[in-house]
């Protein structure tokens, strides 16, 4: 069984020129996913914008949580929204989708937040792309702690977002001392700081850096100074290897080869986002040697 381990984040730019800079913890080199979640970009607090032209994806969900500043996600099926904080996107890509994200609103106004990847299971890879805008999701609280619900159950209170595997997402409000959160013994999970340093399990974790912990535990300690917002994600151990390249998750390299080039085609697949004209975000070219998956090291 995996140890717990508390993973650094690696700096990426994001969207090309104007990038805007983000804190990457997952995937990490020793460890693809926690439960289906395989791909968690925390940015800001900053004054730089998201100015991300369209791009495809498939065999995953996003998820877009702003803690502040505006999105406006425009998709190829057509939806155009404005995301505010407290509001979740969830974007399910199926087998192809496209869409575009650009901070709306006072270009100085500080931006921060969370997008997360879930990969889809391999019985759900092919489901329809759908988007849903989630404006108003539960919240539950016990002592210490207030969490909003993003996806999936947490003490009792369940998130209307549509999920593929056993999940869950949740923001943690937590007041100075020890709060202890009840969660699934099944799931294994992960905290990311993400405004300031906690303590977990006897272990310091710092601002932006991502917690694993493993299954066997039906509560979740976690001790803070001042007040603190952490992100709690989890899930049933994800056994199925993925490829995961740009913004594609397969099974096989080929897989990953079919989706590049008919991205770089304009294929049906992909659709079209409108209000961009022509602008779209090229794929990069492939590795010389065939992706593989990435296997669990902790
Ligand atoms: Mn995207």
Redesign the pocket.
């Known amino acids: 069984m995996a140890d717990d381990r508390v993973l650094d984040a690696r700096e990426v730019p994001l969207g090309g020129l104007r990038a805007l800079t983000v804190h990457r913890t997952l995937p990490h080199r020793d460890l693809p996913t926690i439960g289906a979640w395989c791909f968690v970009d925390h940015f800001g607090p900053t004054t730089e914008s998201m100015n991300?032209l369209p791009?495809p994806?498939t065999g995953l969900q996003?998820v877009t949580w702003p803690i502040e500043g505006d999105i406006r996600h425009r998709d190829s099926l057509g939806s155009d929204v404005v995301l505010r904080p407290a509001e979740l996107n969830l974007?399910t890509s199926g087998d192809g989708v496209s869409?575009s994200?650009f901070s709306v609103g006072d270009p100085d106004a500080p931006m921060h937040g969370i997008?997360l990847w879930v990969a889809l299971p391999q019985e759900s890879r092919f489901v329809p792309a759908d988007f849903e805008h989630l404006p108003d999701l539960p919240r539950v609280s016990g002592d210490l702690w207030e969490a909003i619900v993003l996806v999936g159950e947490l003490a009792g209170a369940t998130s209307p977002a549509r999920t593929y595997s056993p999940l869950v997402g949740a923001q943690l409000r937590l007041e100075p001392g020890r709060s202890q959160v009840p969660v699934r013994a099944d799931f294994e999970h992960g905290l990311l700081a993400v405004d300031g340093p906690f303590e977990s399990e006897g272990t310091r974790v710092e601002h932006r850096q991502l917690q694993y912990l493993q299954p066997g535990r039906d509560v979740v300690e976690v001790l803070v100074e001042r007040p603190t917002t952490v992100l709690l994600i989890g899930g049933e151990p994800f056994d199925e290897e993925l490829v995961m390249w740009w913004?594609f998750i397969g099974r096989s390299h080929e897989d990953i080869e079919d989706a590049r080039r008919e991205w770089e085609a304009a294929a049906e697949r992909f659709g079209h986002v409108e209000g961009h004209g022509d602008q779209v975000i090229p794929a990069p070219p492939l590795p010389q040697t065939p992706l593989k998956p990435r296997r669990r090291r902790v």
Do not use: G, R
């Open positions: 991300v791009h994806h996003t974007m869409h994200e997008q913004n």
